[in-house]
């Protein structure tokens, strides 16, 4: 089961980009758990297939060989979706303060990175809710995807499903046109002297990838 390492034009229509991406958000500065989590969602799809259709099992001993080999080689499922837990909060807390950001510009207004953290608590259930010192830490580990984070939301809100995190696979080519579009809005406004997206290191699509026009706009959440 090879592992998928980008999203390119031959790629973009599988469940390996999905499962990629999904470890991407949630694990930016783990490519190794990342890579785990990936592996992990295309094998239980795989599962899932086999369920579904019986033509669909390993037609020789080296593929089923190679589908119990990564189960092995993964962490423990339940382990994973502990992690997964907390990943999946701070990604959406990132990528909550970066549509504060670009929500706050589209209407003239110019508030800070701080700022937009605090407001960023009141986002979250009394049961559920992280501190500014929490949102700050998730600032800085998850800003490089912070604008897929934010894609998500967007498409979440405007196209809603029933579908798994990250969403269908249909929809992938809307996702990162989305995402692509908040990446340029990004590293174009500036905030305290800096573009609010750093323009090295944030995550960004191939420039080879043909994707779809969408328009995107964010309404100020008042808290």
């Not at 969602?41 to 119990?68: N, S, Y």
């Amino acid at each position: 089961m090879s592992q998928i390492l980008a999203i390119t034009p031959a790629n973009i229509g599988s469940w390996g980009a999905l499962y990629y991406l999904e470890g991407l958000m949630l694990w930016p500065m783990d490519m190794k758990v990342a890579g785990d989590a990936a592996s992990m969602g295309m094998l239980f799809r795989t599962v899932e297939q086999l369920r579904e259709d019986g033509d669909a099992l390993p037609v020789d001993a080296k593929e089923a060989a190679a589908l119990i080999e990564t189960a092995l080689s993964l962490p423990r499922r339940e382990m994973m979706e502990k992690k997964a837990e907390r990943a999946f909060m701070h990604g959406f807390a990132a990528g909550a303060v970066f549509s504060e950001l670009i929500g706050a510009d589209e209407v003239g207004w110019q508030i800070s990175a701080e700022k937009a953290k605090e407001k960023v608590t009141k986002y979250f259930a009394p049961a559920h809710r992280i501190g500014v010192s929490t949102i700050r830490d998730a600032w800085i580990e998850y800003r490089t995807v912070a604008h897929i984070w934010a894609a998500y939301s967007f498409m979440s809100q405007n196209f809603p499903s029933d579908v798994r995190f990250p969403g269908r696979l249909d929809d992938l080519p809307k996702l990162l046109a989305v995402s692509e579009h908040l990446r340029t809005s990004g590293v174009k406004l500036i905030r305290q002297g800096a573009p609010v997206l750093d323009p090295g290191s944030t995550w960004r699509t191939a420039p080879e990838l043909a994707l779809p026009r969408m328009e995107v706009g964010f309404k100020i959440k008042t808290v």
